[in-house]
């Protein structure tokens, strides 16, 4: 029998009896940092801290979260204007139906999506209780590409019990990440550029373990470690490695899985494996380090870079990164020695496909509702290389999608079209099963997150299968590889493949879906999910009383469709669209001709110039002539 929505609320004010309120006040700002230790960069901290503080919390505690802007141009020369910024809680529901909050839906943060975002000297008060998840987590700022500057820390929802069935001893948290010396904007003004006519994506310069650039984790005799890594980065997938101590899986995502060891494990963008990892007996310690093989007294854990997903591979960039488990008494300014035999990224396989959640979840019944996405990466009239969702690419609205639920007519919160022709937005019925078939036409792999939900993985693609087929490609055997599919809430699709994506839409709310590589949703790689706007309208509380406030003084609009229109609710006239498309006939590579040729004639006027300035001496005649000559040949050869 199914509970009501009111005897939930009865048995969740229960729990929140017991529960803690977490009050934390956070000052955005940037702060001097020196992350690899070889140079300043100026990255966003909290409270003149970076990096920002983890939050650790247990189910049904309520955190009360009051973040000011300050990230002021003054305080950053290549910050030219003031900068909104935002909070996303990275895994965490927000379902309105299961707890009472003061704020709902709101609390999930992205731009445009669920509110608007905090201007520069405002505050924003979130407001909200956990709900009955557990596991690793982590907070990140949702508006640009704001996080890859470093607004991003663990958000840890603890389980005691199973902490204590596990018998954990220490419990620590490992974030990998890429580093960019030059800030998010400056990065992502050269990406979106119509000089960057490929989309190729920036090149990092550097890799950091736990926001530093040498790692070492601390292990004690006897131990139980529970170790939860996090990739915070916005780009590289990574794999870590460890030769000698194995890891245990036993979450990932904030789903308990089956445990099953491993020495590797691959760990895209925004993705989190958690791993207990026994520290050895002081005789185990003994008898290894004296046993004479390769390593001697040192127990490493290698963080490796997936090359293939960077287009060039700059000299002096580490793609495999040396860090060690320690024990007591072992030196830690030992040289660590080179891996046994070189590892190449390409050759190694983690396939999270296979793993099995803990408690036998079955998989979904057929979907009530299916949704096809095609992605694909093209240029627009302005030159700038975009990516589309079914040749959509995600446009904000000019009001956030949430707002446009709360103020709509009723006749007309279940058409997509009032929240917008750009924003890729699918309205869905409450308790429907939904089903993503998501094909990649792209010929880079791409690491898709949904926030409000996990799903379950009912079918992934190899490298190049093409599009999916269900009626011809796949009896019902094969379709369904599993009973008990793996369950999570960021996960990739391959080059040139797909995957097929179902979970249950018993979560209300504005919901976005993305791209969790961060170039690729500014490039607009998103759409939108409105699950059940009717019980929204029901259940939540509204605009939250500090974003009334900053509203209020920035003459933000509160009602209307995309367009901002609440007196036609079917008018779009004035709404974000995307660029023009480029006339036909247009490529890639005739764009990156019609660029070398531009260049060569402006480069040509120039050359006309200096050689009439030298004309009247013959050696610098000469020589202007040969240097022309050499120009023109090479530039010919890029055009060929």
Request: with cysteine; charged share 25%.
């Amino acid at each position: 029998m199914k509970l009501s929505i009111s005897l939930i609320f009865a048995l969740s004010y229960a729990c929140l009896i017991t529960s803690k309120i977490h009050n934390l006040n956070f000052n955005v700002s940037w702060v001097d940092t020196s992350p690899e230790g070889e140079y300043i960069k100026k990255q966003i901290g909290v409270n003149g801290q970076w990096p920002p503080p983890e939050i650790h919390v247990d189910k049904y505690d309520r955190i009360v979260l009051s973040v000011t802007n300050s990230l002021s141009p003054l305080d950053n020369p290549d910050q030219t204007e003031f900068a909104n910024t935002s909070l996303h809680f990275h895994g965490l529901f927000h379902n309105i139906t299961k707890v009472e909050n003061e704020q709902s839906i709101q609390n999930d943060g992205p731009e445009m999506v669920t509110g608007y975002g905090i201007p520069y000297n405002e505050t924003l008060v979130y407001n909200f209780t956990v709900d009955d998840q557990i596991g690793t987590y982590w907070y990140h700022a949702h508006t640009g590409a704001q996080y890859i500057d470093g607004l991003r820390a663990p958000l840890i929802v603890h389980d005691r019990e199973k902490e204590k069935e596990w018998e954990i001893t220490s419990d620590r948290v490992i974030t990998v990440s890429e580093i960019y010396k030059k800030n998010y904007f400056n990065v992502i003004k050269k990406f979106l550029s119509r000089y960057n006519p490929t989309g190729a994506e920036p090149i990092p310069d550097g890799f950091l373990f736990n926001n530093g650039a040498n790692g070492t984790i601390e292990l004690d005799y006897n131990s139980k470690n529970l170790l939860r890594f996090i990739n915070v980065g916005g780009f590289v997938s990574q794999f870590i490695y460890s030769p000698r101590l194995e890891f245990q899986v036993v979450e990932i995502d904030g789903v308990y899985v089956e445990p099953f060891t491993t020495n590797l494990f691959e760990i895209g963008t925004a993705q989190r494996v958690a791993v207990v990892v026994d520290g050895l007996s002081e005789e185990e310690f003994n008898k290894e380090i004296n046993s004479g093989n390769y390593y001697e007294d040192q127990f490493p854990i290698y963080q490796i870079i997936a090359k293939s997903m960077l287009d060039v591979i700059p000299e002096g960039l580490e793609l495999i990164k040396k860090h060690r488990f320690l024990f007591p008494g072992q030196d830690r300014n030992t040289q660590l020695k080179e891996p046994e035999q070189e590892i190449d990224s390409d050759e190694l396989i983690f396939d999270d496909f296979e793993i099995k959640p803990l408690g036998s979840i079955k998989r979904y019944d057929e979907p009530d509702k299916q949704i096809e996405l095609v992605v694909k990466m093209e240029n627009l009239g302005d030159g700038v290389n975009y990516a589309f969702f079914n040749d959509i690419t995600y446009t904000p609205p000019k009001i956030p999608t949430l707002y446009t639920v709360y103020s709509s007519p009723d006749e007309h919160i279940f058409n997509s079209e009032i929240y917008g022709s750009n924003t890729n937005a699918f309205v869905i019925k409450h308790n429907d099963v939904v089903e993503i078939v998501l094909n990649n036409d792209d010929d880079n792999k791409h690491n898709f997150h949904f926030h409000g939900h996990n799903f379950q993985i009912i079918e992934r693609g190899e490298p190049d299968a093409g599009h999916y087929n269900s009626s011809e490609s796949f009896d019902k055997e094969k379709k369904y590889k599993t009973d008990y599919p793996m369950i999570r809430d960021t996960v990739f699709v391959e080059a040139n493949s797909y995957i097929v994506l179902r979970f249950v839409a018993n979560n209300p709310g504005v919901w976005f879906f993305h791209c969790h590589i961060d170039f690729h949703l500014e490039q607009g790689l998103a759409a939108v999910f409105i699950e059940a706007p009717d019980l929204i309208k029901k259940y939540d509380k509204g605009i939250s009383t500090s974003m009334k406030k900053i509203a209020e003084k920035h003459n933000y609009v509160l009602e209307g469709n995309a367009a901002g229109n609440s007196n036609d609710w079917l008018s779009l006239n004035g709404e974000n669209i995307q660029s023009k498309p480029l006339p036909n006939g247009f490529t890639i590579k005739g764009y990156v001709a019609l660029f070398i040729s531009t260049f060569m004639c402006l480069y040509g006027v120039y050359s006309i110039i200096d050689f009439g300035l030298y004309v009247d001496n013959d050696e610098n005649n000469e020589e202007t002539k040969l240097h022309y000559s050499k120009m023109l040949t090479e530039l010919e050869s890029l055009v060929k």
